[in-house]
């Protein structure tokens, strides 16, 4: 067991939060550009929207993705209590994923739906993120330095990012038989429910 490094985990809190504004606004700003690139050619306004909708559903996805993430990984350290370096290495690691997700974003937006390279790496990079976090999970919840003694962390979180991970890496070979499923593999999260369900008949 990883000895605490300290039972204040805000200032871990914080740079995560941090990093993932930062990688949501670096979402954005290749749909900023296209402003200026628009106007230099003397196209309509709206031909900013329509020319551009393969970059607003890019963005749209990986936003709603990413808060997706980062409202799991809030709600799970609420429950924390302190920090260890495990915990501290499967954050960054969870970061790592974060941050490059605006890379296979802007992929997305270039290549077509069916491009089974890029669906791969797009959904690859969200399942690396999902590991990370179950990965969090299950050190929160069996490490006592990392859990908050008046609300420690259930085995219920554990699960449920377990559903995920397994949902994603489903996915993911899902695309690479069928590519032409393209994002809509991504649809397969909401059978986290079920896969809950599963989790607490087998014990686990």
Same mark, same amino acid.
């Given at each position: 067991?990883? +000895?605490?490094?300290? +039972? &204040?985990? &805000?200032?871990? *809190?914080?740079?995560?939060?941090?990093?993932?504004?930062?990688?949501?606004?670096?979402?954005?700003?290749? $749909?900023?550009?296209?402003?200026?690139? #628009?106007?230099?050619?003397?196209?309509?306004?709206? @031909?900013?929207?329509?020319?551009?909708?393969?970059?607003?559903?890019?963005?749209? $996805?990986?936003?709603? *993705?990413?808060?997706?993430?980062?409202? *799991?990984?809030?709600? /799970?350290?609420?429950?924390?209590?302190?920090?260890?370096? #495990?915990?501290?290495?499967?954050?960054?690691?969870? =970061?790592?994923?974060?941050?490059?997700?605006?890379?296979?974003?802007?992929?997305?937006?270039?290549?077509?739906?069916? &491009? +089974?390279?890029?669906? /791969?790496?797009?959904?690859?990079?969200?399942?690396?993120?999902? *590991?990370?976090?179950? #990965?969090?999970?299950?050190?929160?919840?069996?490490?006592?330095?990392?859990?908050?003694?008046? &609300?420690?962390?259930?085995?219920?979180?554990? !699960?449920?990012?377990?559903?995920?991970?397994?949902? $994603?890496?489903?996915?993911?070979?899902?695309?690479?038989?069928?590519?032409?499923?393209?994002?809509?593999?991504?649809?397969? =999260?909401?059978? @986290?429910?079920?896969?809950? +369900?599963?989790? !607490? =008949?087998?014990?686990?």
């Amino acid at each position: 067991m990883s +000895r605490a490094v300290s +039972r &204040d985990p &805000d200032r871990l *809190v914080l740079f995560t939060d941090a990093v993932v504004a930062i990688a949501v606004t670096l979402l954005v700003l290749p $749909l900023v550009d296209v402003v200026p690139e #628009a106007v230099g050619a003397h196209r309509r306004s709206v @031909e900013v929207i329509t020319e551009h909708q393969a970059q607003i559903w890019s963005f749209v $996805l990986s936003f709603v *993705v990413i808060i997706r993430l980062w409202f *799991v990984h809030h709600r /799970m350290f609420e429950h924390i209590g302190g920090y260890t370096r #495990a915990l501290m290495l499967v954050n960054t690691g969870w =970061l790592l994923a974060i941050a490059l997700l605006p890379f296979p974003t802007e992929m997305v937006a270039s290549y077509p739906g069916d &491009d +089974r390279f890029t669906v /791969m790496l797009y959904i690859g990079n969200i399942l690396v993120a999902g *590991v990370f976090q179950t #990965a969090l999970a299950v050190i929160s919840y069996r490490d006592p330095d990392v859990a908050l003694e008046s &609300d420690p962390p259930t085995i219920e979180s554990v !699960r449920a990012s377990l559903s995920n991970a397994v949902l $994603l890496a489903v996915s993911l070979a899902v695309v690479a038989v069928f590519p032409s499923i393209s994002y809509f593999a991504l649809l397969l =999260l909401f059978l @986290e429910a079920p896969v809950d +369900r599963f989790w !607490r =008949l087998v014990g686990v």
